[in-house]
């Protein structure tokens, strides 16, 4: 059973990590570039995905596992990754090359990759050893690449090694007329360059190379020329939809190309977008909503503020779960309490008639704090009107050791503590009212008693 517990706890860690690392990709792909174009989403992240749909409510650029419910159509946005050996292109083993006269000892010679940013694709190939023309021996058989770095590229291999998988460049021990199959995982890292890119996959000892050209799909199918469509009623007739998303004509802007420029004052529509920003780098309306024409639209009643920026269901919560203690309403965070209330939670009395006695408030050496005094220091009771002997204190701060808050800050005094309160405070007066009367009595008894001494002394003289 332990080790269940730690495995669990082991795989929650992981479930958790994981979660934050998608949190962190959705916050490149909801940038501000990211959410430009479908071409500029997926240079962001390998992860980041573009809805394509007319009518998304969702934004456009994202993680793509966020698109499984909303939008399943992003994953195709860039197209398909695929692997094609063209025949054309490629001569069987053995068979002399025509151009460079060697028997040929590798094929595929040449293989053509689509590969999406992050993902793999595997080509597997055969090489047939033979002695060099140099009569050099070779006795292990060594895989060699070209720079991948540059391109973008990582290819990983698997070699059938002796009926061993070997995974890395060599397998030793080779004799003339041993065939060789290994497989090559080619993964696109990152987009370095707009265009295709080659790599060359070479055998130590052979002459010849075979070619791996790799077409990165890094832009987006719906953004090139030959899909572009004319003007679209989508786009208010004043612009194109392109991957979903209206692209509009000079001196219009708005989701939809809705909106005039000259009518609105913006110069072109990134300024009128940028008027639903609350700076440069965040989305517009927080991602909580939409812009219209410069002001921003939130998608639920309980989103407020001039950028969509507040939730008025983030507000402290009582035991009970009540927003502000089921006193208040939640604006923009803050509690804005009723009437009679008070606190960050609108947990508490703003009613002082609990501490107050003989008109006074806490006998003004303290302060009433959810309908109890807390004394400063220097004084204590129910009322802070009893004084106490400290060389050290001078009444000038709050004392937290007469006003023992819960840790919590969500448990209220209760009406009986109050009550409990105001009894002692008054038990504490009473008994301070008969210290002081019985003082002086005794003071006078006191001296009665020597002067009776003092005349019977006399007397006996």
């Known amino acids: 059973m332990k080790t269940l517990g730690i495995g669990s706890l082991v795989l929650a860690s992981l479930f958790a990590l994981s979660l934050a690392n998608i949190e962190e990709i959705r916050k490149k792909c909801q940038s501000v570039e990211g959410l430009k174009s479908c ?71 040449q293989a053509y990759l689509k590969i999406k940013p992050g993902e793999s694709l595997q080509v597997t190939f055969t090489y047939r050893h033979m002695r060099p023309a140099s009569g050099v021996e070779v006795q292990d058989f060594a895989l060699q690449t070209s720079d991948l770095n540059a391109i973008g590229l990582d290819i990983s291999f698997d070699i059938e090694c002796h009926g061993n998988h070997v995974n890395g460049k060599v397998c030793q021990g080779i004799r003339e007329g041993d065939e ?43 953004e090139k020329v030959k899909n572009l469509g004319p003007y679209d009623r989508k786009c208010n007739a004043a612009g194109r939809l392109i991957c979903g998303q209206c692209a509009c004509e000079r001196g219009f802007g708005g989701s939809k190309c809705q909106c005039d420029l000259a009518k609105y004052g913006a110069s072109s529509a990134e300024e009128l977008d940028n008027r639903c920003r609350r700076s440069p780098d965040e989305p517009v309306c927080s991602g909580k909503g939409t812009c219209e024409c410069g002001t921003c639209k939130c998608k639920a009643n309980f989103i407020q503020g001039q950028f969509c920026e507040c939730d008025s269901t983030s507000c402290p919560k009582d035991s009970e779960g009540r927003l502000c203690s089921g006193r208040g309403e939640c604006e923009c965070g803050t509690c804005q309490c009723e009437h009679g209330f008070e606190g960050d939670d609108c947990g508490c009395t703003s009613n002082s008639d609990a501490c107050r006695e003989n008109g006074q408030i806490c006998s003004n050496n303290g302060k009433c704090i959810c309908g109890r005094c807390a004394c400063r220091d220097g004084f204590t009771g129910a009322f802070c009107s009893v004084e106490r002997a400290s060389n050290e204190k001078d009444g000038s701060t709050l004392n937290a050791g007469e006003f023992d808050e819960d840790p919590e800050g969500d448990i209220l005094p209760t009406q009986d503590e109050r009550d409990q309160g105001v009894d002692a405070g008054k038990a504490e007066g009473q008994e301070s009212e008969a210290s002081a009367v019985q003082f002086p009595m005794q003071t006078v008894l006191g001296v009665l008693t020597a002067l009776l001494t003092i005349r019977i002394g006399l007397l006996l003289a």
């Open 180 to 222: 060789i199959k290994f497989t090559a995982t080619v993964t696109l890292k990152e987009c370095k360059s707009g265009g295709d890119v080659a790599a060359s996959i070479g055998v130590y000892g052979y002459n010849m190379v075979s070619a791996i050209f790799v077409t990165p799909l890094c832009a987006c199918e719906c």
């Open 39 to 109: 071409g500029l989403c997926m240079k962001q992240h390998p992860d980041c995905a573009w809805c394509s749909e007319p009518d998304a409510t969702v934004p456009r650029c994202d993680h793509k596992s966020s698109f499984r419910a909303t939008c399943p159509s992003a994953q195709g946005a860039s197209g398909k990754s695929e692997v094609n050996v063209p025949t054309q292109h490629n001569y069987p083993m053995g068979f002399n090359h025509p151009h460079y006269n060697l028997p040929i000892q590798i094929t595929p010679q």
